[in-house]
């Protein structure tokens, strides 16, 4: 049989690579005329002799993340008729590196397709990057169902090993379900991590030098024991503990560790990352306890005699048992917080669980790992508590914050001034260009209102509260919008000097620029003149923000965040969606994301120029002072303030810092019951430990309210003091800053892998 005659109804069009098993071709349905893929499995003897069978039970296994097959052949040749996908995971790897969430959803939508599989008795045998791909709408499409390899006579690249279990890559294997939770693992550790699992070049370049199948597999099964599985969070920090925990597990090479069943893992993913409590037999038998309570309770005798039991129990040492059992239940649920999350957050969950069961060590020993790895963290003082739909903004010296929204407070250094809130609610504010004034309208009044004198200056007549507010730079106009209306008013008399038409509704304005959004983002002068227009076709803006100066303009959808300079070419994207952003007056941008971190990038580059900054609660927004100096950072449970970058301290003279420690006034307290409670540090030079101590000292003297030095000195006291330097003393090290073608997708050519590197 010839293989044109044997598609039937299909024509080749064009080649889109080949693989291990035979070719793909991109080809047309010729009577519907839809484009579908083409894979001709030329090397049949390479896959599983069951696999050939069954044409039509696998035909009917549906599963929406399983790719479909419309049709299949055994003959001479062995075809499959799939849809036409329009990528692969192994080409996105980028992009799952940089949002582990969307790897996730991934991973568990590849898990749903192998369990479908699982459940009418096929193994999918052969999952790797490049056979599990992406609809139009990125869903995932499992694809090379019934390809499973036998290893005799399965040739591959030495890349693609490292998918295969080690009990599949012996001689004679027989499919089982636990090869695919270890290629489930295998795959999503690699696109996390740019790297295969336990891969390393030496055992690339030993596999290589092998020509026969079955030498290659005896060696790669020999070899795999001595090579240690990297955590994966090490590679990419990014990635929550739980998630990285499933994955090595997946790994382990005992069939026996592994998840039994990948149903299994889709119940822990549920219960653990999106928080379904477990679904109970109401048939399962009663737990002993329950059983003894139930029968002691059906009499009212034996109730009252239980009930006086407690009742004793419970007024002597019973009481102290309970509150610390208590106590430990509290503290785990702190030190399983911080495994989830990071830096500065993750330590003050060890915190807390430390101080509720000081004699724990791990969370001691947890606090201490990552003040270890990272000394630097800033922590910012409190002001209050957040509620629906407020926000947050500073002055331009940082001097005051506003928390505007239902119940507005206004801080001055810290201090709360309360003149404000008879203003009643504030839809929108912006502070003077000289800090003097704050302009706030809301459902009431629209005012300005004079810090210094604590008073209303002017009072504007609007026939709605402004949706959006800006001040001129000279500080003589302020600005409103609402709907699709802008109006100028004198800032002295509240008069309107200027009303300005837009072509949309606005969605942002500056001092002197407005954006309205119809299908795109339109930005426009106050006379009218189109400056720049931000094409939206079918994205859907999640941000539009001017900076200060209505300069630049960020925009962001679902994927990315583009920064835009207005009235000129430039356009800078960045490599990541936000929901806010905070500029200041130089190159720099806070950008917020959908997983609540901030993350400080530079305007000129697109790239980030700090780590990321979180918060147990997560971050919603952040607003800068102009000065770029201080920060107001708004979570889901409050407000808080401090400095907007760590303060650097000069070197003592003679030692060399690796890192510069940040001490700020308000934080001096947190941080250094924090080292306390971990009970070590990075190792001191004689010249650190000196400077260090002074310079608590000094933060003492001049923050004796706000720090609490004894905490710290009581930590170093508890230190054996280093012996004294030689007279030359040596530096510390230097700390490293924290296709296959036979896939039915257009990319199935073989391609170098992305391999994401950390940031």
Same mark, same amino acid.
């Given at each position: ?53 069954? /044409? $039509? ?198 069939? $026996?560790? /592994? ?145 505007? +929204? ?17 203003? +009643? ?26 810090? $210094? ?21 000279? %500080? ?122 901030? /993350? ?86 004689? $010249? ?16 004796? /309210? ?32 924290? %296709? ?20």
């Amino acid at each position: 049989m010839s293989r044109e005659k044997a598609l039937k109804g299909y024509e080749r069009k064009d080649y889109l690579g080949s693989g291990s098993f035979g070719e793909v071709w991109k080809g047309l349905h010729t009577e519907s005329g839809r484009d579908v893929a083409i894979k001709m499995l030329s090397r049949r003897r390479a896959i599983h002799p069951g696999c050939l069978q069954d /044409r $039509e039970e696998r035909l009917q296994i549906l599963c929406v993340n399983l790719l479909s097959q419309e049709d299949l052949e055994v003959d001479e040749d062995f075809y499959v008729i799939s849809p036409l996908m329009k990528a692969s995971v192994h080409s996105r790897a980028g992009q799952a590196y940089n949002d582990p969430m969307k790897a996730m959803r991934w991973f568990e939508d590849t898990a749903k397709a192998v369990a479908a599989a699982h459940k009418k008795g096929w193994v999918h045998g052969h999952l790797k990057p490049t056979n599990i791909l992406l609809a139009e709408n990125d869903e995932i499409r499992v694809a090379d169902l019934g390809q499973v390899p036998v290893v005799e006579f399965y040739r591959t690249n030495p890349d693609e090993v490292w998918y295969v279990a080690p009990e599949m890559a012996a001689a004679g294997s027989k499919p089982n379900p636990s090869w695919d939770i270890y290629a489930l693992g295998a795959v999503f550790y690699h696109i996390l991590t740019g790297t295969p699992p336990r891969s390393t070049d030496a055992a690339n370049q030993a596999l290589a030098k092998l020509k026969r199948p079955a030498e290659l597999w005896a060696k790669y099964a020999e070899m795999l024991p001595e090579l240690p599985l990297t955590p994966l969070v090490k590679h990419n920090p990014k990635v929550p503990i739980k998630f990285a925990d499933l994955i090595e597990n997946c790994l382990e090479l005992d069939p $026996e560790k /592994r998840p039994q069943d990948i149903a299994s893992i889709l119940v822990w993913i549920e219960r653990v990352i999106h928080g379904i409590p477990e679904k109970k037999d109401p048939n399962a038998p009663k737990p002993l306890g329950q059983r003894i309570f139930e029968w002691m309770m059906a009499s009212k005798a034996r109730a009252a005699a239980l009930i006086g039991v407690v009742v004793l129990g419970m007024a002597g040492i019973g009481v102290l048992i309970s509150l610390k059992q208590a106590n430990r239940r509290q503290a785990e649920q702190y030190f399983e917080s911080g495994k989830q999350a990071e830096g500065q957050a993750a330590v003050l969950y060890y915190l807390q669980a430390a101080q509720l069961v000081p004699d724990e060590r791990k969370y001691r020993d947890a606090i201490a790992k990552i003040m270890a790895e990272r000394p630097s963290l800033v922590f910012y003082r409190e002001l209050g508590h957040a509620n629906p739909g407020d926000f947050g903004l500073l002055s331009p010296t940082g001097t005051y914050a506003l928390i505007a +929204g239902k119940k507005p407070s206004l801080f001055k250094d810290h201090t709360e001034m309360p003149f404000i809130a008879g203003g +009643g609610e504030i839809t929108a504010a912006a502070f003077s260009p000289d800090g003097k004034y704050v302009f706030a309208s809301g459902p009431l009044e629209t005012r300005l209102w004079d810090l $210094e004198k604590k008073d209303v200056a002017t009072t504007f007549k609007l026939k709605a509260p402004a949706d959006y507010v800006a001040y001129s730079s000279d %500080g003589k106009t302020v600005v409103t919008a609402s709907g699709h209306s802008v109006t100028i008013w004198d800032a002295a008399t509240g008069k309107p000097v200027q009303q300005v038409g837009v072509k949309g509704k606005v969605v942002a304005l500056s001092q002197r620029t407005v954006a309205s959004l119809k299908n795109d983002v339109i930005v426009s002068d106050f006379n009218g003149k189109t400056l720049r227009i931000v094409p939206g076709g079918s994205n859907e803006f999640k941000l539009v923000k001017f900076s200060p100066k209505g300069d630049r303009l960020i925009t962001s959808d679902a994927n990315k965040a583009v920064l835009w300079e207005v009235g000129a070419p430039f356009m800078k994207p960045l490599n990541a969606p936000a929901t806010d952003t905070g500029f200041g007056a130089g190159n720099n941008v806070v950008v917020v994301d959908s997983s609540g971190r901030a /993350r400080e990038w530079n305007t000129e580059s697109g790239t980030p120029t700090t780590p990321a900054a979180i918060h147990p609660d997560g971050i919603v927004s952040v607003a800068l002072s102009s000065d770029e100096q201080w920060a107001l950072v708004q979570t889901s449970s409050g407000f808080w303030m401090g400095r907007a970058a760590p303060l650097v301290e000069p070197e003592p003279d003679g030692a060399d810092w690796d890192e510069p420690i940040d001490l700020l006034e308000a934080e001096c307290q947190l941080y250094s019951n924090a080292l306390f409670a971990g009970g070590t540090m990075t190792q001191l030079t004689p $010249e650190k430990f000196r400077w260090l101590k002074a310079r608590w000292d000094q933060l003492g003297r001049d923050h004796s /309210r706000k720090c609490n030095v004894p905490a710290a000195n009581a930590w170093l006291r508890l230190r054996t003091p280093p012996a004294a330097a030689s007279s030359e003393t040596p530096k510390p090290a230097q700390t490293p800053d924290s %296709g296959e073608g036979g896939s039915p997708t257009p990319d199935a050519t073989p391609k170098e892998n992305p391999s994401p590197k950390a940031e």
